[in-house]
């Protein structure tokens, strides 16, 4: 029997190989439910993601594993939103959007050489696969310089865009693993399941037994094959896969806690209608606000707010320390600025700050993972890759194929 602890993304995707393999499995989970940082809430008839989340269809480990149809999965338009001084501004990608073309080349975000460059990029990285992250290569922020692309286009779209990507605004991240992504925004759409992005981790976890995954149980140590509770409870196993966070992991294999984490912050308002006028994310180029990225998750996926209200969802990266009371009403103000009075009609639903949101894949940062760490230990989960949903998945079946070899 194969022990998993954890039933985010990695764990349910190591489990679902290996069953289908007809591998005898359980899954321990210390939360109350399933998908680690893949959950949705029910508040008042509104779906609440733990933080504004995608699912980006180019994905290949999400081809093979996930019936996406079964998901009932809803298009973002491709592009984004800008804000400027003057209102909004879009930049749409010309191959997916045609109707946007002519906007897009006459958006004051760019010029026409960005513009080109950005199509030039795109081609570029399609059909990349995760062999460019074998290398370590220069920061994202650095290769777009040496790639031509002007110091305010960086500033107006790149840095708010793939800082919402990499939850840090500064575009550190290793450039391999942002044309890695950028490829598969090309070659793909960004998508969320119509009723939540849990529901990733409820279609991969209803290819599993009955009573395979328990709940509010949590792991206190491994001892050999031996699994300890912290209830004092001891479970035998053949093989033990650790796949919960990477915080979480070190501890229970004694190894140094992990430091490099990017964060977020997102917050969620319920509205008469929606402020926007298309179904894409709106940008903000000043990261000094508290509105780094917003959007109307309703107007991406009608389920997501009962019939005649909107969600709106705004998410921040390396917020202030400041009160819960404090960040409303700063939060207010600056959405006032965006959308005026009619935000004086809104409904704060709720925040959720997730700290350890992602691991960091910094400049120089290496592909090289290790999912085996003994005979009969192993660990999976993006931390051990990159981050991404994609990097999960995968982490997650090549734990299994080790075992099923062994």
């Given at each position: 029997?194969?022990?998993?602890?954890?039933?985010?993304?990695?764990?349910?995707?190591?489990?679902?190989?290996?069953?289908?393999?007809?591998?005898?499995?359980?899954?321990?989970?210390?939360?109350?439910?399933?998908?680690?940082?893949?959950?949705?809430?029910?508040?008042?008839?509104?779906?609440?993601?733990?933080?504004?989340?995608?699912?980006?269809?180019?994905?290949?480990?999400?081809?093979?594993?996930?019936?996406?149809?079964?998901?009932?999965?809803?298009?973002?338009?491709?592009?984004?939103?800008?804000?400027?001084?003057?209102?909004?501004?879009?930049?749409?990608?010309?191959?997916?959007?045609?109707?946007?073309?002519?906007?897009?080349?006459?958006?004051?975000?760019?010029?026409?050489?960005?513009?080109?460059?950005?199509?030039?990029?795109?081609?570029?990285?399609?059909?990349?696969?995760?062999?460019?992250?074998?290398?370590?290569?220069?920061?994202?922020?650095?290769?777009?310089?040496?790639?031509?692309?002007?110091?305010?286009?960086?500033?107006?779209?790149?840095?708010?865009?793939?800082?919402?990507?990499?939850?840090?605004?500064?575009?550190?991240?290793?450039?391999?693993?942002?044309?890695?992504?950028?490829?598969?925004?090309?070659?793909?759409?960004?998508?969320?399941?119509?009723?939540?992005?849990?529901?990733?981790?409820?279609?991969?976890?209803?290819?599993?037994?009955?009573?395979?995954?328990?709940?509010?149980?949590?792991?206190?140590?491994?001892?050999?094959?031996?699994?300890?509770?912290?209830?004092?409870?001891?479970?035998?196993?053949?093989?033990?896969?650790?796949?919960?966070?990477?915080?979480?992991?070190?501890?229970?294999?004694?190894?140094?806690?992990?430091?490099?984490?990017?964060?977020?912050?997102?917050?969620?308002?319920?509205?008469?209608?929606?402020?926007?006028?298309?179904?894409?994310?709106?940008?903000?180029?000043?990261?000094?606000?508290?509105?780094?990225?917003?959007?109307?998750?309703?107007?991406?996926?009608?389920?997501?707010?009962?019939?005649?209200?909107?969600?709106?969802?705004?998410?921040?990266?390396?917020?202030?320390?400041?009160?819960?009371?404090?960040?409303?009403?700063?939060?207010?103000?600056?959405?006032?600025?965006?959308?005026?009075?009619?935000?004086?009609?809104?409904?704060?639903?709720?925040?959720?700050?997730?700290?350890?949101?992602?691991?960091?894949?910094?400049?120089?940062?290496?592909?090289?993972?290790?999912?085996?760490?003994?005979?009969?230990?192993?660990?999976?989960?993006?931390?051990?890759?990159?981050?991404?949903?994609?990097?999960?998945?995968?982490?997650?079946r090549k734990v299994a194929e080790l075992i099923t070899k062994s």
């Open positions: 029997m194969v022990l998993i602890i954890g039933a985010g993304i990695a764990g349910l995707s190591c489990a679902s190989y290996l069953h289908s393999k007809g591998v005898e499995i359980r899954i321990l989970e210390a939360s109350d439910g399933i998908g680690g940082r893949v959950r949705t809430d029910i508040e008042n008839g509104f779906l609440l993601d733990r933080g504004f989340q995608i699912l980006l269809t180019a994905y290949p480990e999400a081809q093979q594993l996930l019936n996406f149809e079964a998901l009932d999965l809803k298009e973002f338009k491709s592009g984004a939103l800008i804000k400027t001084e003057q209102g909004f501004t879009t930049l749409a990608n010309p191959f997916k959007e045609p109707s946007e073309l002519l906007s897009s080349l006459f958006s004051s975000v760019g010029s026409l050489g960005d513009k080109l460059r950005v199509a030039r990029l795109s081609w570029e990285t399609q059909g990349l696969d995760e062999e460019i992250m074998e290398k370590p290569t220069q920061s994202t922020l650095d290769f777009l310089k040496a790639y031509g692309f002007s110091e305010s286009f960086i500033y107006q779209f790149f840095k708010p865009f793939f800082g919402g990507v990499f939850l840090e605004n500064e575009l550190a991240t290793s450039a391999s693993f942002f044309r890695y992504i950028f490829g598969k925004f090309y070659d793909g759409e960004a998508t969320i399941p119509a009723n939540g992005m849990q529901q990733i981790a409820k279609q991969i976890a209803s290819k599993l037994p009955a009573n395979t995954i328990r709940l509010n149980t949590k792991v206190s140590k491994i001892q050999g094959n031996t699994v300890v509770l912290s209830n004092g409870e001891h479970i035998l196993a053949n093989q033990i896969v650790v796949a919960t966070d990477s915080y979480q992991a070190a501890q229970l294999l004694n190894q140094p806690l992990p430091t490099q984490f990017n964060s977020t912050i997102c917050s969620y308002f319920e509205a008469p209608k929606s402020p926007l006028n298309k179904p894409m994310l709106a940008l903000n180029p000043n990261r000094n606000s508290l509105i780094h990225n917003l959007c109307v998750p309703s107007d991406i996926s009608s389920h997501y707010a009962p019939e005649g209200k909107a969600l709106v969802s705004v998410s921040t990266q390396n917020a202030p320390s400041l009160s819960d009371e404090a960040w409303e009403k700063q939060l207010r103000m600056e959405l006032k600025d965006w959308f005026g009075t009619e935000v004086d009609s809104w409904k704060f639903l709720k925040k959720y700050e997730i700290k350890e949101s992602l691991n960091a894949f910094p400049a120089g940062s290496v592909l090289n993972p290790q999912f085996k760490i003994s005979e009969n230990l192993y660990q999976c989960g993006d931390w051990t890759s990159y981050p991404s949903l994609n990097a999960a998945m995968m982490s997650g």
